[in-house]
């Protein structure tokens, strides 16, 4: 016969009266292990995560931004959004000149904002992608967030590729009640 175990036995949480024996202390052990695993490969740097988002036109993929000090995007997404953008609206007067509220530039997953200053690109302040996405019918997707965290995408409009609409937020679902004309870019023609 088994001497009764107190109450005061029991605050040793892995005696056996307590858990249930030795398949209660190997299912604890083994949560403690997998966790330390997971709480480990959280926190590796350097890992580039994909995912793929369904909208309404069945986005193709997504990679989310690398995490590194100089963020890459892919070759087909430099090359198209290489150059300098320039907001729909109007924002100033220099010289004669009415300038655009806003000129951009991509610079890897940076949104680069500015202005022209005698033909020179002049930063402002720095928006950061946080992913970039080629659309099956060309053109891509852009989700960027502010320095005060504001959400908003640009999107190529698939009538006119040199243009990104612009809705202030990131749910695809929300775009037609989120649309701003206004911040939609549209590529900066050079002058030859």
Known sequence: ??????????????????MKGMKMRRFVLLGAVIAAITFAGCATGGVTENTVIRGSDETASVNLAP????????????????????????????????????????????????????EEFVPDHTDKASLIAALPGGGYII??????????????????????GCYSTWNEDEFPDHYHGGSSLSRKKSKD
């Open 1 to 18: 016969m088994k001497p009764e175990r107190s109450k005061k036995d029991c605050n040793d949480w892995l005696s056996d009266g307590c």
């Open 67 to 118: 995490k590194s000090d100089k963020d890459e995007v892919g070759n087909g997404a430099q090359e198209y959004l290489a150059g300098t953008w320039i907001t729909a609206s109007q924002g100033y007067e220099y010289y004669g000149t009415t300038q655009a509220m806003y000129y951009v530039r991509f610079d890897g997953t940076d949104i680069v904002y500015g202005h022209m200053k005698d």
């Open 143 to 164: 989700k960027a967030e502010t320095g005060d965290g504001d959400k908003y995408t640009f999107r190529t409009v698939q009538s006119d590729m040199d243009t990104l």
